[in-house]
């Protein structure tokens, strides 16, 4: 079994910073793209930045110059600093990995998190 548990949410002022950390627990024999999404209430859920085992980032419009992705491979964990934050921002966040439990897995399977309430006041 595989878990993405997702910590760093709360509350926090325009203007303000947070730091998202998400780590992936269980049978993992690699993880491919990590990335960070977010849904607004009656909104889509969206894409926010993703990276690649590499270290390839790409990010969305909106939060270009203000949030930044990052992983560290050794601890199977992706991080989202979110710098600058505006009202727009609040949304619940979750964590997305692929993942291959096995070596004898040909192409990795999509997880996510439980997500975790990001809210920016103005």
Do not use: H
Not at 50 to 61: E, H, P
Not at 71 to 78: I, P
Not at 80 to 94: C, F, G, I, R, W
């Amino acid at each position: 079994q595989v878990q993405l548990v997702e910590s760093g949410g709360g509350l926090v002022q325009a203007g303000g910073f947070l730091r998202l950390s998400c780590a992936a627990a269980g049978s993992i024999f690699s993880i491919n793209t990590m990335a960070w999404y977010r849904q607004a209430p009656g909104k889509q859920r969206a894409l926010v930045a993703r990276i690649t085992i590499s270290g390839n980032t790409n990010y969305a419009d909106s939060v270009k110059g203000r949030f930044t992705i990052s992983r560290d491979n050794a601890k199977n964990t992706v991080y989202l600093q979110m710098n600058s934050l505006k009202p727009e921002d609040t949304a619940v966040y979750y964590c997305n990995a692929q993942i291959r439990r096995q070596w004898t897995e040909l192409t990795p399977d999509d997880y996510w998190g439980q997500g975790t309430q990001v809210t920016v006041s103005s």
